[in-house]
């Protein structure tokens, strides 16, 4: 036996301490009564016996449990008795077997191959080794536990496929450094079996292996691979005799070496095949194919744009779906005596507006009706005062319910207009107006241009707001700053909103014609308006397609695929949208996870996704389309020995590999802990030794 801190066997001098215990001399005598002691002299009483030991047992125990908490601190442990079985830890390997099931395996036969040398690398493990399995594409995933039997290795092996995701090494390596961390064998081995994309590895990721770890690369690529991939698909609907139509436009790529001449390319909606076009690609290079013109059938339509077959499936076609035309329905009202221009420059901007269609209604304040609001998204008060009565009310729980109110101030816009109801919708309080004609007007300065409303006009050459002049404006008081998205030279606020329960509030500080302004004189006024009455509205874009591996907010999109992509007239509250299920394109039903951002699936297959009311019927579902991340199309090469050095120790003379040096002593303690065992010993030594004697004591009183 060896000590790991020998200096510790001092402390053995501490066994004096329970000899001198025992051995200690005590005054021991009996008192005899005499009836008169007061004439004899007091003799003190001496001992002349012998000291000696009385209670061997609790002598031994307190020995013992010294000697075992000076050996726990000396760290002892075997370095001849274990020394065969220490050789045998020193030569099992813990092999972590990487296996990439991104959908560039599916590219000839990469993915036979690989599972091919998955099962060599299984077979090749001794009777003392351990194999893990990790199956990874952007993500990992331990297929056993360390240790787990070969069969079960074998069976995980058989049922793993390729998926629809890319290519992601870094969280590979990770998860295999992490296993092979928490190893207690000599060697340390991962066998990487990929086809070494290069868009999987940017170089910039903080990956490092531990020393004494082998990283073995096997490579399932060809020499010159070469595919054609379909990368986008575009739709452009147009209105033609009142009839929507929708021109599909494809862009293909060539990513190898040789040209790709006759490549056939299809457009099918609803599984039928509506137009096929040949296209030629030169090498490394992308072409577009624009199909004609079609009609856009009624309900929801799955589109797929095909391309001929080739070494790579996945890539060869593009999912989308078609939804009907999702307009927005905006109401203007207007004050009882408006100009006759009032609204001229409103409704010619929403007229203009394809993403999305922009339907507005223009009606006098004397005239608007409840049913009015029916079915709108949008209100605009321009320069009209707020409604009274119940009218008024309605209007406010039409915003509380996710509407939205778009404020113009103007001349008819006076303080007092907007009291009582209309108070608790403003972000302020509306003041008198700031006349500015003298100064040949104000302009717009600090623009929140991080704002939806203004994020568009960030860019250079995006539009200037400096060039429009306000000659007249509202002043308008508020508590915050929060809400101020513009405000006019004078630091006065031009641009203001406020959210009302689902709904919000925005706020024009001058008119939305050139009463009190030139601003729709600008060529930016008409995206402005879009860009307000989109926000305003709560409208967003029925996207066509999704990509897999991102996340989709169930109840919200089949609200939309609805054809509710805004307002509060039809949609189901918040709490519906968690009664729904989603039907993968295995076949799989998928219940949605609740969380801050909605009712949430993670899409992970390509091809179509059916979104449906649970316990409704299948024919009642909402298609949603889903393909396969175009970056993985691109096959170009990583070096394999580019990503082994680049995540290669870093630590000065260590090495890729396994060492083989001997086991220090350090390591031998550790792997023995027989120190934790001595402790624990002298911990029970030390409370049986209470227990005896408290005994002892008591028997003797």
């Not at 927005?328 to 004050?335: F, N």
């Not at 008119?511 to 006024?525: E, K, Q, S």
Request: net charge neutral; glycine share 8%.
């Amino acid at each position: 036996m060896s000590f790991l801190a020998p200096l510790f066997l001092v402390g053995l001098a501490a066994l004096a301490v329970p000899i001198f215990v025992h051995l200690i001399n005590r005054e021991r005598k009996e008192i005899t009564e005499f009836p008169s002691l007061m004439f004899i002299q007091r003799i003190p009483y001496r001992s002349v016996r012998r000291q000696k030991i009385r209670n061997w047992l609790l002598f031994a125990m307190r020995c013992l449990a010294m000697i075992l908490l000076i050996a726990a601190f000396a760290r002892p442990f075997f370095a001849r008795r274990f020394a065969q079985a220490a050789g045998a830890l020193d030569s099992a390997r813990e092999i972590v077997v990487l296996l990439d099931r991104s959908y560039s395996m599916g590219y000839g036969d990469r993915w036979e191959r690989a599972t091919a040398a998955a099962r060599e690398a299984i077979d090749g493990a001794g009777a003392s080794d351990r194999v893990s399995l990790v199956a990874f594409a952007e993500t990992p995933s331990a297929l056993n536990q360390p240790g787990a039997d070969e069969g079960s290795i074998r069976a995980a092996l058989d049922r793993v496929r390729p998926s629809s995701r890319g290519t992601k090494y870094a969280p590979a390596l990770k998860l295999a450094s992490k296993i092979l961390d928490e190893s207690d064998l000599g060697h340390r081995e991962i066998v990487l079996i990929t086809d070494f994309q290069k868009v999987g590895w940017d170089g910039h990721e903080e990956v490092e292996l531990a020393p004494g770890t082998q990283l073995k690369p096997v490579d399932v690529s060809e020499s010159a691979p070469s595919n054609v991939a379909v990368t986008t698909v575009e739709l452009h609907r147009a209105m033609v005799a009142g009839r929507e139509r929708v021109t599909v436009s494809a862009r293909l790529t060539n990513t190898g070496g040789k040209p790709a001449t006759g490549v056939s390319v299809a457009l099918r909606l609803n599984d039928r095949e509506v137009e096929k076009k040949a296209l030629t690609l030169a090498p490394n290079s992308a072409g577009t194919t624009t199909f004609s013109s079609v009609a856009l059938p009624a309900g929801l339509t799955q589109g797929v744009v095909v391309t001929s077959t080739d070494a790579l499936v996945a890539d060869n076609s593009y999912n989308f779906v078609l939804s009907p035309e999702q307009a927005l329905s905006i109401l203007i009202i207007e004050p009882p005596g408006s100009r006759t221009t009032q609204s001229l420059y409103l409704t010619q901007a929403l007229s203009v507006g394809d993403r999305p269609v922009m339907r507005a209604t223009v009606k006098k304040s004397g005239a608007v009706t409840f049913g009015d609001l029916a079915g709108k998204s949008l209100v605009i008060l321009n320069d009209a005062p707020y409604p009274a009565g119940d009218l008024g009310r309605r209007l406010h729980t039409f915003v509380e319910q996710g509407g939205g109110l778009l404020i113009a101030l103007g001349e008819q816009s006076t303080p007092s207009s907007f009291t009582g109801t209309a108070a608790d919708l403003l972000p302020g309080t509306i003041g008198p107006a700031v006349d500015r004609g003298v100064e040949r007007g104000g302009t717009l300065t600090s623009i929140e241009y991080a704002h939806p409303i203004f994020e568009l006009f960030s860019g250079p050459r995006s539009g200037d707001f400096s060039s429009a002049q306000f000659y007249r404006y509202r002043r308008v008081q508020v508590a915050s700053a929060a809400g101020i998205l513009a405000r006019f030279d004078d630091g006065t606020p031009a641009v203001l909103e406020k959210p009302v329960g689902a709904g919000k509030v925005v706020i024009l500080a001058s008119t939305a014609d050139i009463f009190w302004n030139d601003l729709a004189l600008r060529p930016i006024f008409v995206p402005f308006i879009h860009q307000v009455a989109r926000y305003a509205g709560t409208y967003t874009d029925v996207r066509p397609s999704f990509t897999a591996g991102q996340v989709l907010d169930v109840g919200r999109t089949a609200e939309q695929l609805d054809g509710n992509p805004a307002g509060p007239s039809s949609a189901p509250a918040s709490g519906d949208r968690a009664d729904y299920v989603a039907e993968s394109p295995s076949g799989a039903t998928l219940r949605p996870m609740p969380s801050d951002d909605g009712h949430l699936i993670e899409l992970d297959e390509q091809g179509f996704y059916a979104i449906r009311r649970a316990g409704g019927p299948r024919g009642s579902a909402k298609p949603i389309a889903v393909n396969v991340d175009v970056a993985e199309s691109n096959l170009a090469k990583l070096d394999p020995q580019e990503l082994v050095a680049a995540v290669a120790p870093k630590t000065a003379g260590s090495q890729a590999g396994s060492t083989g040096a001997p086991p220090t002593a350090e390591e031998q303690e550790r792997r023995q802990t027989l120190w934790w065992y001595l402790l624990v010993g002298a911990l029970v030594l030390l409370g049986a030794e209470t227990v005896l004697s408290n005994r002892l004591s008591r028997a003797i009183r």
